[in-house]
């Protein structure tokens, strides 16, 4: 039963790394398109964050302190989004997902062992 939640955890932290780190990454083209440099360090700076975030797990989950920061990351992206009005039919959620979907994206990772 513990091992269900376990999973559960898991599969969250990684989806909320990648919706994170695809946006992040969305974010600094959209800025080195509009050649402005510090806006283009910031994200760089979150990125970074971000990948410690990642690297800070233990059995694949994260620790409640870098699960607040990449929290705290991601709605830092999401206010970016909504700012620029970047899609008009698409929500963040939406926009900032593998093509494939969650469940197919996820059972990838799993099979390549990404997700310990």
């Keep these: 039963m513990f091992g269900m939640f376990r999973n559960m955890r898991r599969r969250e932290h990684l989806k ?4 994170t780190a695809i946006a992040g990454a969305k ?3 959209f800025y080195q398109g509009r050649e402005d440099k510090s806006s283009c360090k910031e994200v760089d700076k979150l ?14 989950i994260m620790p409640p302190e ?24 698409k929500s963040f959620d939406h926009a900032f997902r593998p093509e494939e979907g969650w469940r197919s994206f996820l059972k990838i990772q799993v099979a390549q062992r990404n997700f310990d």
């Design 16 to 19: 909320m790394f990648y919706q």
């Design 27 to 29: 974010a600094y083209e």
């Design 47 to 60: 990125m970074r964050k971000v990948r410690d975030c990642f690297t800070s797990r233990v059995d694949g």
């Design 66 to 89: 870098s699960v607040d920061e990449l929290l705290e990351i991601n709605m830092q992206f999401r206010r970016w989004y909504d700012s620029y009005r970047l899609s008009n039919d």
